[in-house]
């Protein structure tokens, strides 16, 4: 109980990935991996969203979709805890917001640059809290903080190298999500942690979403 009263959201968010994935395993016993279930659940395959945008929604439902057991793992995993963390850093409004706009921004990237891959995770997201954490800890005068910084940043090289070397590991959408969280990150640190002003914070957030628009409307019009 206690943790769901200090981070509430983050446990809504594992419980609602857990639910989605069980329902999967459930209903399409042995053929959960295959595109068409991912894509039933709210995967996105960015060449059919291109031909229809009336179904932008996908560009946020595949945070919640998992393709099989170990990616469903190792993100929950993740969250759970980098969640915690982040949720107490930036309250649970700007938690929620960082989570699923980085997430978007991701899979923006991978309609623009990857839209015949089926892409779906938690991954965009988690990627983008990292990244915000990193950025946030940089503008910090918490020592505490910037060593958590340096740290995440070392984690993220790592987790990039290791995706160009795995298959079947959109590297796109990992990336999409470490600008969001960039531009988040400045946008909402928290007022007590960073040396940044209000200006500079209000215009990372409208940056954010001229860089979504933008590449939205490229990727449509493509």
């Known amino acids: 109980m206690s943790t769901f009263k200090k981070s509430p959201i983050t446990l809504l968010l594992v419980l609602c990935i857990s639910l989605i994935f069980c329902c999967m395993q459930l209903l399409y016993p042995g053929e959960a991996e295959n595109a068409s279930v991912i894509y039933h659940f709210g995967g996105l395959i960015g060449s059919i969203l291109k031909e229809n945008f ?26 759970f805890f980098l969640g915690q963390l982040s949720e107490e850093l930036y309250g649970h409004i700007k938690f929620l917001i960082l989570f699923f706009l980085s997430g978007i921004m991701g899979n923006v990237f991978v309609l623009l640059l990857t839209p015949d891959v089926i892409v779906a995770g938690a991954s965009t997201s988690i990627f983008g809290l990292f990244a915000a954490i990193v950025i946030t800890g940089y503008f910090s005068n918490n020592p505490n903080l910037k060593n958590l910084s340096n740290s995440y940043r ?19 959408g990992h990336l999409g999500g470490l600008l969001g969280g960039v531009v988040l990150g400045m946008g909402l640190s928290p007022k007590d942690e960073t040396t940044l002003s209000t200006f500079v914070k209000t215009i990372s957030i409208i940056f954010y979403f001229i860089i979504l628009i933008s590449l939205i409307l490229l990727a449509i019009n493509q």
């Open 54 to 79: 009336s179904d932008f929604w996908r560009l946020l439902t595949p945070i919640f979709v998992h393709i099989g057991w170990e990616h469903f793992i190792f993100n929950t995993i993740t969250l």
């Open 154 to 172: 070392t984690l993220i090289i790592i987790n990039l190298i290791f995706n160009i070397m795995t298959p079947n590991v959109s590297l796109v």
